[in-house]
C-alpha cells in the first residue's frame, strides 16, 4: 500500500544482503514490445555505507526490484558508474531484463531442426536458450501482471496454450542472436516472448478482454472518480505506417515428382470500412479478404482510401501462416496509429491501490477532445526526483497491437 499519501517505496534486494531503498532518482521503463526494458537509478551512499554500496552494486549481479513489496521485475546490473566529489561517492545503475544475455550475445548457428510433424516451438527455444540459464517457459500472464500491480487483475484468463504453438523446421543464421532466433518462431505465433517479474520465460499476447482496473480522467470540472491525468496530455494520430490493407504471399508448397505444384498461398487483410473503395485495378483482388475489428488506429482517409502494403515471406507455406505474418505487419504498425501519453502522480493508481503495470486496461477519459473508451497500457515509465514521483503511460485502442495469429489448441 502506499506509503505517506501516494508516494510509494522501493526496494532492491539482494540474495544475502539487506535492501536498499533510498534513492536520489529513479525511472522504470517498460514496454510490451521491449523484452528488455531499463531501470535506471542514482544513490549516493553516507560514508559509512560506501564500502557496502561498493560490494552491493557489481556488474551482473541479479536483483529484485519491489514497489510497496509488489514485486516489479528480476534484472541484471548492467552498468555501473560512479563519481567522486567532495561529497563521497555516487552511484548511477543501469538494470536491463535476465534477457540481456540472450538479446545480445549469440545463438549457437548450428541449430538446424527439421520435424516430421509440428513440434512445440519451446522445445527449440528452450534449446537456444539453455546456455543463458532458462530452463522453463511460463504462459501464466495473469500472475505475473496480477503480482506487479500488487492485486490479482479480474477477468484475466491465458490466451496461450503452449503445447499450440509448433513449428515443422528451425534454423540458426549466422551472426543472430539467441533472442532473435527465438523471437522468429515467436512471432509468426501471435505471442511476444519476455521475461515474469521472477526472471523466467514467459510467452504472452495483449490481453483486450479483461477488467477494467483504473480511470484516467481529465475534465474541465471535476464530476467523475478516478486518476486524473496532468497537464501536457498528447494524442497522437497517423497515418504514416498506416496501410488500408495488407497482403501477403508465401512460397508454395514442394512438390513431389510427378505431382502437380500447388498455388502461391497468399492471405489479405485490412480496413473493412475502407473495402469498398478498393480500385478494380488493384492487384491481388482475387485473394480473400478478411476484415479487422474497426479501430481508431487503423488507417483511414476519405480522400485517398486505398494504401496497400504487399510483402513476400518465403516461410509462410500456407494461407494461415501468411495470415498471420499479415496480421504481425498490420499490429506492429497501427499500435503507432493511435497515442494517448498521459502522466498522473505517484506509481500507485490513488482509486483502486494498484501499481500502474503494462497488459492491463483503463478507461480513459480527455473531455475536451470527446476521447472517452477503454484503452490498454502498452507502455509504463515511473520516475522518482526531487519533485516526487510520477507515472507516464502510454494508451493505445483495443486490438490495435496484433502479433499474428494465436494457434488453437
Known amino acids: 500500500m502506499p506509503v505517506d499519501g501516494n508516494i510509494s517505496v522501493l526496494a532492491m534486494e539482494f540474495d544475502d544482503t539487506t535492501p536498499i531503498s533510498v534513492w536520489e532518482s529513479v525511472s522504470i521503463s517498460d514496454s510490451f514490445t521491449d523484452p ?13 555505507d560506501i564500502s557496502e554500496y561498493a560490494d552491493k552494486f557489481k556488474r551482473g549481479r ?9 514485486p516489479q521485475g528480476t534484472y541484471l546490473i548492467d552498468t555501473v558508474m560512479r563519481t567522486i566529489d567532495a561529497g563521497g561517492v555516487s552511484y548511477k545503475l543501469t538494470l536491463k531484463s535476465m534477457l540481456v544475455t540472450a538479446y545480445e550475445g549469440s545463438v549457437d548457428p548450428e541449430i538446424s531442426k527439421s520435424f516430421k510433424s509440428d513440434t512445440p516451438v519451446s522445445q527449440v527455444v528452450l534449446e537456444a536458450l ?7 517457459i511460463t504462459v501464466d500472464t495473469a500472475r505475473d501482471v496480477g503480482a506487479i ?27 543472430e542472436t539467441a533472442y532473435a532466433f527465438c523471437q522468429r518462431m515467436f512471432n509468426r505465433l501471435g505471442v511476444a516472448l519476455r521475461c515474469d517479474h521472477t526472471g523466467e520465460l514467459l510467452l504472452s499476447a495483449p490481453d483486450y478482454d479483461q477488467e477494467i482496473i483504473g480511470q484516467l480522467i481529465h475534465e474541465m470540472v471535476r464530476a467523475r ?13 497517423t497515418n504514416a505506417g498506416q496501410f488500408s490493407e495488407f497482403c501477403v504471399r508465401g512460397k508454395a508448397p514442394s512438390s513431389k515428382k510427378g505431382q502437380r505444384r500447388s498455388g502461391r498461398p497468399a492471405a489479405r487483410l485490412g480496413v473493412a470500412s475502407l473495402a469498398a473503395s478498393r480500385p478494380s485495378s488493384a492487384p491481388f483482388g482475387s485473394v480473400p479478404f478478411v476484415a479487422l475489428a474497426e479501430s481508431r488506429a487503423q488507417y483511414a482517409s ?14 509462410s507455406r500456407d494461407v494461415n501462416r501468411c495470415q498471420s505474418v499479415a496480421k504481425l505487419v498490420y499490429g506492429l504498425k497501427a499500435s503507432k496509429g493511435f497515442v494517448v501519453k498521459c502522466s498522473v502522480d505517484g506509481w500507485v493508481s490513488g482509486s483502486t491501490g494498484r501499481v500502474w503495470a503494462v497488459d492491463t486496461m483503463a478507461h480513459v477519459v480527455v473531455e475536451a477532445v470527446g476521447l472517452e473508451e477503454d484503452m490498454w497500457i502498452s507502455e509504463r515509465v515511473l520516475t522518482e526526483s526531487d519533485a516526487g514521483q510520477l507515472t507516464t503511460l502510454t494508451l493505445i485502442p483495443k486490438y490495435s497491437l496484433l502479433l499474428g495469429e494465436i494457434p488453437k489448441s
Do not use: C, H, W
Open 302 to 315: 476519405d480522400a485517398a482510401p486505398y494504401k496497400p502494403k504487399f510483402a513476400l515471406d518465403k516461410f
Open 225 to 237: 472518480q478516478g486518476d486524473r491525468m496532468l497537464d501536457g496530455i498528447q494524442i497522437t494520430e
Open 36 to 48: 528488455i526494458g531499463q531501470v535506471d537509478l542514482q544513490v549516493r551512499p553516507t560514508r559509512a
Open 149 to 175: 500491480s500488487g492485486k490479482p487483475i479480474p477477468g484475466r484468463k491465458s490466451s496461450i496454450t503452449a503445447s499450440a504453438l509448433k513449428i515443422k523446421d528451425a534454423q540458426a543464421q549466422e551472426n
Open 62 to 70: 541479479q536483483v529484485t526490484l519491489k514497489i510497496n513489496r509488489a
Open 130 to 136: 539453455d546456455p543463458y540459464g532458462f530452463t522453463q
